[in-house]
């Protein structure tokens, strides 16, 4: 069978990677309440979340708040294996970045989804946690008028690639109480600008906060 040079292999992992990715990127958080304006997002600061994921060596970022090859994506993926070789990640264990109320496929997703409501200083947010490959029978499912309380650090379920055929990440998103979007650690950046997720100790809250 022919064989492509490695660097044209590569060239072309990478392009198939982000075409995918920007594919399946475009989704609603609706929770009931109406969008506002996005600009308000980079005003925001969220010092309360910790990663969604024990962190280990293997641990790695896929996409920033915006795709490195351009185009707008509105959260974080995380990748459990080598960003340059899709068939090599693996699922992970999928946690809770701070307390809250949580509800599984109860609202508008791409595949399986879990979405917490918190309450941070009066103020409302959300985290969402996306294409899951199962949802932990913990988590009630459908309506967003039965939930949990969970804390941070639980167990949520597994990363998968529901609603992202053959792509195995977290899409890990935060809204205000407007479902606009917000990022996480407050980087508004591409991928290369956010710390590899990798340096083998879970980070505090407040990690990434302060650039």
């Not at 492509?4 to 929770?31: D, E, G, N, Y």
């Not at 599984?104 to 979405?115: D, E, I, K, L, M």
């Amino acid at each position: 069978m022919h064989s492509f040079p490695a660097s044209s292999r590569k060239h072309r992992s990478i392009i198939a990677i982000f075409a995918a990715l920007l594919a399946v990127s475009l989704f609603a958080f609706t929770f009931t309440a109406p969008t506002t304006n996005q600009a308000s997002a980079t005003t925001v600061r969220t010092p309360f979340l910790t990663l969604p994921f024990e962190s280990t060596s293997n641990m790695e970022i896929l996409s920033g708040w915006y795709y490195n090859r351009g185009g707008y994506h509105g959260g974080i993926d995380f990748i459990n294996g080598n960003y340059n070789h899709v068939s090599g990640w693996r699922t992970f264990p999928i946690i809770a970045a701070a307390d809250g109320e949580a509800c599984g496929n109860c609202s508008s997703r791409q595949g399986n989804a879990v979405f917490i409501k918190h309450k941070i200083d009066g103020v409302t947010y959300y985290t969402y946690y996306g294409h899951m490959a199962s949802i932990s029978k913990d988590i009630p499912l459908g309506s967003q008028s039965r939930t949990v309380e969970v804390k941070r650090g639980q167990y949520l379920g597994m990363a998968g690639d529901t609603g992202a055929s053959g792509l195995l990440h977290l899409h890990f998103a935060l809204m205000n109480a407007y479902s606009t979007p917000l990022d996480p650690y407050n980087i508004h950046r591409l991928r290369g600008s956010y710390p590899a997720p990798n340096d083998g100790q879970f980070p505090g809250i407040g990690w990434f906060l302060g650039n």
